[in-house]
């Protein structure tokens, strides 16, 4: 009988081994509290959250409730901050215990260049994307609060240049490479023009087709168009800083709107 009690009095340790994470979610620049925002918990590669816990806007504060001897990933999101993922492995034991793991975001670094580089050829409109487009892309998605300012140079193409790639006797519009057509700077000047008669300088018309271009890439990906200042150079003064670069379009992030972040 004695040995029975004994055996049915056995407390059912697994389910009191809890590790309640908890810590201060800081500014990694300056040491101050990050103002709200979440943090997810994955166990492992897992793709579903197994915890969730808001940011404390006035403290940094967080915690979640874990198991022990585990490796979690926990990825923060913050609206001034970059997207942030660390991995945390709770300590061992099979009792309860409080674990404070404090953490640290990079802040969006407001005036640096986030791409720089050709995305049109030579007195072209055709948009051609590339891995580091991608890049950039992928950070205007999970960093909704950035705004940018996107500056367009013009080039148009040299004599030399569209002589090589007008076949003799061939059309001088609507040159087809592979699928894709690419838009001549006569092209661009007449469907850029206000007016429609084709008036506009090329420089300027050219700048504004591949404004359009790069809107309807924007509206592609589901970008706000409200969180774009464009900017598209023409005249010869603006144009000077750039004379002898390669790169045709510019995108910085230009400040931080937190009203511009939808809530999920």
Do not use: H
């Not at 591949?210 to 023409?234: D, K, N, P």
């Amino acid at each position: 009988m004695a040995l029975t009690v004994a055996a049915t009095a056995q407390p059912d340790r697994p389910s009191q081994a809890i590790k309640l994470t908890k810590g201060i979610i800081k500014d990694v620049r300056t040491g101050k509290p990050v103002d709200g925002g979440r943090v997810m918990v994955y166990l492992g590669s897992g793709s579903e959250p197994v915890a969730l816990s808001k940011i404390n806007p006035s403290t940094g504060a967080y915690q979640v409730v874990l198991g022990p001897s585990k490796e979690y990933r926990f990825v923060l999101r913050s609206d001034r901050f970059l997207p942030t993922e660390t991995t945390v492995r709770t300590p061992d034991g099979a009792g309860y215990e409080e674990y404070v793991k404090d953490l640290t975001m990079e802040p969006i670094p407001v005036g640096s260049t986030l791409f720089s580089g050709r995305l049109f050829d030579a007195g072209g409109a055709e948009l051609r994307t590339n891995g580091e487009l991608a890049k950039a892309l992928a950070f205007m998605k999970q960093s909704q609060a950035a705004t940018l300012k996107i500056t367009v140079i013009p080039d148009l193409a040299s004599k030399s240049s569209k002589a090589k790639a007008k076949p003799a006797a061939k059309a001088k519009k609507g040159k087809k490479k592979g699928n894709a057509t690419t838009t001549s700077v006569e092209e661009a000047t007449a469907t850029s023009s206000p007016t429609g008669t084709g008036s506009q300088d090329p420089l300027a018309a050219l700048a504004q087709a591949r404004v359009q271009a790069l809107r309807a890439l924007m509206q592609r990906e589901g970008i706000s168009l409200t969180r774009i200042t464009w900017v598209a150079l023409a005249t010869p003064s603006e144009l000077r800083p750039y004379a002898g670069r390669k790169e045709n379009v510019v995108i910085a992030i230009n400040g931080i709107d937190v009203e511009e972040v939808e809530e999920d």
